[in-house]
């Protein structure tokens, strides 16, 4: 999917008109601070049925002040968007001074509060740093330049490692990009996402823990099929665990080390969740 992430300086853009299938909204910074042009923009997205991420820039006032001020300006939203923090150096003293510790309590903190794993914005650089949690999704950015841009198919980005993360859910690579109804410079992503909406719902909302096999039928077996399309495989989403079903099964066990014994249960759901 193609998109943008936006805050205030592009409080004059029409969603209507921007050709994007999901946009990131500035919400928060810091424990006050809320986007002048959050809920104008919000509602636009919903109106116009965009995609939703929402975000909360860090500042260093306390990673629980900083989550619960997001939490109080984005909480109507909930389970409908994906919630993000952005992690930069700019305007953030805990940046050097803990390094990644301190985006790890806010995340930790955030999911413990909603149910929702969030995701964590940062460049490539500073995924390669440190030694980062991967159970939280990555939406990395990298720019090969500032030539101005429209969406990539194939966006750019160098052959080295992101980390602790195998690849980005979200890949951010132009901060010049143009598209049309828009006179400006906008944030250019892509997302690798089959199914945002999962990523806005509370984690206990899924039926994690009941076991299936070959033979399975049911609303488990259509969840595992969806999760298992998210990482590649093209299965039919029937409710029915097939040979196919199985076999994708296998494969992805075999891939995440895994006993492949094609049987999903505790750890398989976990592996397919996180």
């Known amino acids: 999917m193609n998109g943008i992430d936006i ?5 004059g853009i ?3 008109l921007v050709p994007c299938e999901f946009v990131i909204i500035k919400a928060t910074q810091g424990t006050s601070y809320t986007s002048p042009t959050f809920y104008k923009q919000i509602l636009s997205a919903i109106e116009n049925g965009k995609k939703i991420g929402v975000y909360h820039y860090a500042a260093g006032g306390g990673y629980k002040a900083e989550a619960d001020h997001f939490l109080n300006i984005v909480k109507e939203y909930l389970g409908k968007v994906i919630l993000v923090l952005d992690w930069e150096s700019d305007q953030n003293p805990e940046f050097k001074k803990r390094n990644h510790e301190y985006a790890i309590d806010w995340l930790k903190y955030v999911r413990e509060k909603t149910g929702i794993t969030p995701f964590i914005y940062m460049s490539k650089s500073v995924c390669r740093a440190y030694g980062w949690d991967n159970s939280f999704p990555l939406w990395c950015a990298q720019y090969k330049n500032k030539a101005i841009t429209g969406y ?3 966006p750019w980005t160098d052959a080295k490692s992101f980390g602790a993360w195998k690849a980005p859910l979200i890949f951010q690579y132009s901060s010049s990009g143009r598209l ?3 006179n400006g410079n906008l944030d250019l992503d892509k997302a690798y996402i089959s199914d945002w909406d999962r990523y806005c719902q509370p984690e206990e909302v899924t039926p994690t823990y009941l076991t299936i096999r070959r033979g399975s039928k049911g609303e488990a077996v259509k969840t595992a099929q969806t999760f298992l399309n998210t990482y590649g495989f093209n299965l039919k989403v029937d409710g029915i665990f097939g040979a196919l079903t199985e076999s994708a099964t296998l494969e992805f066990q075999a891939k995440n080390n895994l006993i492949p014994d094609g049987i999903i249960g ?3 759901w976990s592996a397919l969740t996180r």
């Open 180 to 182: 049309p109804n828009y």
């Open 7 to 11: 805050s205030r300086y592009q409080k």
């Open 152 to 154: 990539q198919k194939s």
């Open 266 to 268: 505790r750890k398989t």
């Open 14 to 16: 029409n969603l209507s």
